[in-house]
């Protein structure tokens, strides 16, 4: 509704200003009114781009709270949602600028000279149809863009995870050469959306131009021959362009928000959470039967199936990109499955309240998040109604105590985002001692120790001992000291089916 009031004022005073400067140009001094309406449309282009800024800033912040809590990547969350910037403040309200001011140049015309109307008239759908035209393969090139980009972060994400065991099997350089292949296909893909916006770009302006001089011509012949008035053939010339205009920027600004069209269509295809009349999950095996996960057209699992009793512990191995960390989003319902089962004692995940389902399950990422706040703070993440003696039992038990109380406050430390103050092993064991104050029956550990030294991960490797007692567990793991700690050990490579 804001969007097609902005238009309807704009169209206005577009109208206004040109109906002012041909009587002004044609003898008919009205300089005042001429200046306060150039003035207003001015101040009105202004305060436009203002609004239309917060109006997309809104939708952008609305749009990231839904996908936070659908468990969308940070791809998505970070470039994505940038990406949406043209197309909320400059291609939907040009969308509703497009419908509504060349309806009212033709209506002022129409009243004034209706051969000119006529001819607009005739040539304005000319626009919509080649833009159409082009816009269909540049929405093709866009999406595929965005899908290079979504893999190239996926990828870099696990491989940057993933460094210390890549290097230490030599598979460094490898990975460096896929991470540069994906780059320079993205790079390409980026060239050909370009290449498509630039050549749409010069058919609208092409056609618009020649509808124009369609007008012009013909305006100018009968002004000569006396059988049109000089104000109205200004007015005609001056309206002319206007009637075109918002259709030829509709082009431009559909190709700058063509990657944010895709992102709104990436972003409608993260799963919905659970409605609230979904089942509480019960407790009990963990089956994964047959699933099928794509990113792009490419499955990173494909058919794979994998079954974990209670009480058991199972370690994913595998190298990098072969999808151990898009196993364990899917099991925890945050990546959807194109094909296949999962569920937990015997309900299909999709049936599942996802948030109760999650209360059962102490997840410990690659790169936990700490948040800006004390050291007690973060541990209760866990259980925020935790007492402080079982915050400090939590820290015992994850082998975090000892350095927690060495800070200068203790667990009242106050630490910055990310946990700024805090080492990367002392990160992984504020994270490891939340989930145990969590006390859940499942547990879900992502390489916790990639990225530590020796005595880091020792320490790391202990505490998720502690953890892992009594509790069903899947994990994902390279090095001996985790591999240790699981009673079944599973590798994964891509396009391998387990038995």
């Known amino acids: 509704m804001t969007y097609a009031l902005l238009a ?24 005042l009114p001429l200046v306060l309406v150039v003035a207003g449309r001015a101040a009105f ?22 996908l936070l809590e659908r468990g969308a990547d940070v791809t998505l969350l970070g470039r994505g949602l940038d990406a949406l910037d043209p197309y909320f403040a400059g291609y939907l309200p040009q969308r509703y600028a497009a419908a509504v001011i060349p309806v009212a140049v033709l209506v002022r015309l129409a009243m004034a000279d209706w051969p000119s109307a006529l001819v607009i008239a005739a040539t304005l759908p000319l626009i919509p149809v080649f833009g159409a035209l082009v816009g269909r393969h540049t929405k093709q090139a866009t999406e595929r863009q965005w899908g290079q980009l979504h893999r190239l972060g996926g990828h870099f994400l696990d491989v940057v995870a993933g460094l210390p065991t890549l290097r230490a099997y030599g598979r460094d350089a490898a990975q460096a050469t896929v991470v540069r292949a994906m780059a320079d296909g993205h790079r390409r893909a980026t060239v050909r959306a370009l290449r498509i916006a630039f050549l749409s770009s010069f058919v609208l302006e092409i056609v618009a131009t020649l509808s124009v001089a369609l007008v012009a011509v013909p305006a100018g012949l009968r002004l000569l021959s006396g059988s049109l008035d ?21 082009g431009t600004r559909f190709h700058a928000a063509a990657e944010g069209r895709a992102v709104l269509d990436q972003a409608e295809a993260v799963p919905e959470p659970a409605p609230s009349g979904a089942r509480t999950p019960p407790a009990g095996r963990i089956e994964v039967a047959e699933i099928v ?34 196993l364990l989003r899917a099991v925890l319902g945050f990546t959807g499955t194109e094909a296949g089962r999962i569920s937990v004692g015997g309900t299909d995940l999709a049936e599942l309240d996802l948030a109760a389902w999650r209360r059962q399950v102490a997840y410990v990422p690659q790169r936990p998040h700490l948040f800006a706040g004390t050291v007690a703070d973060n541990i209760r993440l866990g259980r925020p109604d935790a ?16 350095f927690i109380a060495a800070l200068p406050l203790g667990y009242r430390t106050g ?11 002392q990160r992984q064991r504020v994270a490891i001692a939340r989930a145990y104050l969590m006390d859940a029956p499942f547990v ?11 005595h880091s991960e020792a320490l790391v490797a202990e505490a998720a001992a502690r953890l892992l007692e009594g509790r ?23 396009g391998e089916v387990p038995a």
């Open 8 to 31: 309807l004022v704009q169209g206005l005073l577009v109208v206004a200003q040109a109906d002012l400067l041909s009587r002004a140009l044609s003898g008919d001094p009205l300089l």
């Open 45 to 66: 282009t202004f305060g436009q781009g203002t609004i239309h800024g917060w109006a997309a800033a809104r939708r952008k912040r609305v749009l990231r709270v839904r």
């Open 230 to 250: 000089l104000r109205v053939a200004l007015l005609v010339l001056l309206l002319a362009p206007e009637a075109y205009l918002p259709l030829r920027l509709l």
């Open 293 to 326: 996960v794509r990113y792009e057209r490419e499955a990173v699992l494909d058919r794979f199936s994998l079954t974990v009793e209670p009480g058991e512990r199972v370690a994913i191995t595998g190298p990098s990109g072969a999808g151990k960390s898009t």
């Open 387 to 402: 007492t402080e003696e079982e915050v400090r039992r939590a820290a015992e038990a994850a082998a975090a105590h000892d």
């Open 415 to 425: 630490l910055g985002e990310r946990g700024l103050g805090l080492s990367t092993g």
């Open 444 to 454: 879900v550990l992502d390489e916790p120790t990639a990225r530590l030294d020796l």
């Open 472 to 494: 069903t567990a899947l994990l994902v793991a390279h090095r001996p000291a985790l591999l240790t700690l699981a009673d079944r050990v599973v590798h994964l490579a891509p």
